[in-house]
């Protein structure tokens, strides 16, 4: 399924995105989250990646929680360490139906400015689509290198690791999903997309997956999430999709708000604990 034209905003950062500039992040939310790095070997030398980390007091090796990483949109990219704050951390930490009812451990790593989690390509035509032969970005790198590390803390519970994103994160999660579909309990992704040629991949891997997208998306096309739930379904996969009528690009209010699929990700568990090896 090819990415078409006027995704190059959302995944170069161009014009509208996901991705209004995020406002200052209140002191409660900047509070709640720990700030770190973390360092990735690149082909460009050593790099650090700023990640922000709410990590309940509840956390313990006897009460283990469960982990859920977020993937930010395209205006939360740079090197502020507090942009990827908006959207999910900051709703986690102020909206009832979330950190209240939910007890988990969050992370959230920024990607640096014109870069993306996910890598991609543009034919002749001007049409994108997802580089399934590309490597893995520093950015995603990143990210998976602390999902090692905390994966070893026993104060995580690795049966209930949970990956959800928006816009360009939306993006990110189906590709590392699709890395690494044993690593996670439940994938949320929201208004990005993926080639449909993975479909017959993901609909082998059983991964619970719940897709989110605005019909009236004008940023990122509502035609590849239906490509990418349609190619998973002919493959004989499951997949829960919401297609949100007269919805927009912020499909993410509906999906992270009280009637959205957050009480679905968090009732989903993997039989056995995720085997991931250290960083």
């Not at 709640?32 to 956390?59: K, W």
């Not at 979330?98 to 969050?106: G, S, T, W």
């Not at 189906?174 to 044993?182: G, N, S």
């Amino acid at each position: 399924m090819r990415l078409r034209t006027l995704l190059a905003t959302i995944l170069l950062g161009g014009g509208s995105t996901a991705a209004v500039q995020a406002a200052a992040v209140p002191p409660e939310v900047d509070e709640a989250f720990d700030r770190g790095t973390i360092e990735v070997e690149t082909d460009q030398g050593l790099r650090a990646f700023g990640y922000r980390l709410h990590r309940p007091e509840s956390a313990s090796p006897k009460t283990p929680l469960p982990l859920v990483v977020f993937l930010h949109g395209a205006g939360e990219r740079g090197d502020d360490n507090a942009r990827q704050l908006a959207h999910f951390p900051d709703r986690w930490v102020s909206e009832p139906h979330l950190a209240k009812r939910h007890d988990a451990i969050v992370l959230a790593v920024q990607c640096p400015e014109n870069e993306t989690w996910s890598p991609t390509r543009r034919n002749e035509q001007g049409e994108w689509s997802a580089d399934a032969a590309a490597p893995m970005t520093d950015s995603m790198r990143a990210v998976t290198a602390k999902i090692r590390e905390l994966a070893q803390d026993p104060s995580i519970d690795r049966s209930r690791i949970y990956l959800t994103g928006l816009s360009m994160g939306g993006f990110g999660s189906w590709d590392l999903a699709r890395r690494h579909p044993d690593w996670f309990a439940a994938v949320v992704p929201i208004c990005g997309g993926s080639d449909a040629v993975f479909g017959p991949a993901f609909a082998a891997s059983e991964i619970p997956i719940w897709n989110v997208h605005g019909a009236a998306d004008q940023v990122v096309s509502v035609d590849l999430s239906r490509a990418i739930v349609k190619s998973i379904r002919d493959a004989g996969g499951r997949i829960g999709y919401t297609e949100l009528p007269g919805v927009g690009h912020g499909s993410w209010n509906m999906a992270y708000g009280p009637g959205g699929c957050m009480t679905w990700m968090f009732a989903q568990q993997r039989p056995t604990p995720a085997e991931i090896s250290a960083p």
